[in-house]
């Protein structure tokens, strides 16, 4: 798993690409997050358009990723999950929590307004 986070209006954008699989790729994550936090961006979209596979340890670092952002008063927004993970999302009732965008722009315009 590889991924680059940029700001964008305000808006944290952690770009992830391949497999969110094993906590210590989320590790890097994660430390982005409290970066970005620290520098006081609370709205956060995590664009999952090119990840493949997501096991449980990946659905953890998304889960610990809103905590953090919600516990500074932010929000998260996932992007463009592929079929096989937003089917991921739904069976395990992430759906409920997680709020899911179509595109970055999207997520950024929902995250400011």
Do not use: W
């Amino acid at each position: 798993m590889t991924f680059k986070s940029y700001e964008n209006q305000g808006v944290i954008v952690l770009q992830i690409e391949g497999n969110l699989i094993g906590e210590e790729v989320g590790s890097g994550l994660l430390d982005a997050a409290n970066d970005a936090i620290n520098n006081g961006l609370v709205q956060c979209a995590i664009d999952i358009e090119k990840v493949k596979y997501i096991n449980s340890s990946g659905i953890g670092v998304l889960i610990t990723l809103l905590t953090k952002f919600r516990n500074q008063e932010g929000e998260v927004i996932i992007v463009n999950p592929s079929e096989h993970v937003k089917k991921l999302l739904i069976i395990t009732k992430l759906t409920a929590i997680f709020k899911i965008a179509d595109s970055v722009e999207q997520a950024v315009n929902e995250l400011i307004s």
